[in-house]
C-alpha cells in the first residue's frame, strides 16, 4: 500500500526567505515522488518529481525537493520565496513495486507569502 | 501542443438531474484519470483508463457514476441523479505510460469543470 502525508495545512513565509513544504511518505520499495502547484481556479501543475539517482531535484520556477529514505520524506524548498509562489501545493507518492499506475495525493498544503 | 481540456468550465444544474463532463487528454498520452476535489479538500480519485484495458474504476462513489474513453483519446464521466454532495470541481489528467513496474512519468491536469449542484 501507498500513502503520503502533508502534515501542515498552511505554510506562511515572508517574501525573500527560504520556504519548505512538508511531505512523508510510505510505500513497500523504492517510490516514485511528485510535487504538484495549483494556483487559484486553475488545474494542478508538475514542478518537479524523483524517480531514481539523484536525492536533490531541481523544478520549475526555482523550487527543489530532496529525497531522503531514511526519513522517507519528500519535502518541497525553494530558498527565497516569492509572493506569486502562493499556491496549494500537493505531494503525490506512486509504487512502482506495487504495479498500480494510480498516484495518491497528500491532501494539500497552502502556502501564503506575505510581502 | 495544446494542453488537457475539460468543457464545460462550469456547469449548475439541479438535483435529480443527469450531467456529462468531458475531458480531451493530451495528443499521444495512453492514461487518464478522472478527479474529484471538493473545496478546500484534496483529490479524490475517481477512475483511470490505459489503453485499451478495463478501466480501474475503484474510485468512483456510486453506481450514479460512470465514465467511457473512447480509445486513447476523449474521455466523458456521466453523473446520474446527481445530489448536492456531487458538487465539486473535477479535475481531469492525462500522463504517458511506461512499461511494467509503474509508470514514472508526470501527469498533465486539465483546468477541471466546477459542478454546483443546486
Known amino acids: 500500500a501507498q500513502s503520503v502525508a502533508q502534515p501542515e495545512d498552511q505554510v506562511n513565509v515572508a517574501e525573500g526567505n527560504p520556504l519548505t513544504v512538508k511531505c512523508t511518505y510510505s510505500?513497500?520499495?523504492?517510490?516514485?515522488l511528485f510535487w504538484y502547484v495549483q494556483y487559484p481556479n486553475r488545474g494542478l501543475q508538475f514542478l518537479l518529481k524523483?524517480?531514481?539517482?539523484?536525492?536533490l531535484v531541481k523544478g520549475s520556477y526555482g523550487f527543489e525537493a530532496e529525497f531522503n529514505k531514511s526519513q522517507t520524506s519528500f519535502h518541497l524548498k525553494k530558498p527565497s520565496a516569492l509572493v506569486s509562489d502562493s499556491a496549494l501545493y500537493f505531494c503525490a507518492v506512486r509504487d512502482p513495486g506495487g504495479g498500480s499506475y494510480i498516484p495518491t495525493f497528500g491532501r494539500g498544503t497552502s502556502l501564503i507569502v506575505h510581502p | 501542443g495544446a494542453g488537457v481540456s475539460q468543457s464545460p468550465s462550469n456547469k449548475v444544474t439541479e438535483k435529480g438531474k443527469d450531467v456529462e463532463l468531458r475531458c480531451d487528454p493530451i495528443s499521444g498520452h495512453t492514461a487518464l484519470y478522472w478527479y474529484r476535489q471538493r473545496l478546500g479538500q484534496g483529490l479524490e480519485f475517481l477512475i483511470y483508463f490505459q489503453g485499451n484495458s478495463a478501466p480501474d474504476k475503484s474510485g468512483l462513489p456510486s453506481d450514479r457514476f460512470s465514465a467511457e474513453r473512447t480509445g486513447e483519446s476523449v474521455s466523458t464521466l456521466t453523473i446520474q441523479r446527481t445530489q448536492q454532495e456531487d458538487s465539486a470541481v473535477y479535475l481531469c489528467?492525462?500522463?504517458?505510460?511506461?512499461?511494467?513496474?509503474?509508470?514514472?512519468?508526470?501527469?498533465?491536469f486539465g483546468p477541471g469543470t466546477r459542478l454546483t449542484v443546486t
Open positions: 489528467a492525462s500522463s504517458e505510460t511506461g512499461t511494467s513496474g509503474g509508470s514514472s512519468y508526470e501527469q498533465y
Open positions: 524523483y524517480i531514481t539517482g539523484d536525492n
Open positions: 510505500v513497500s520499495g523504492n517510490p516514485y
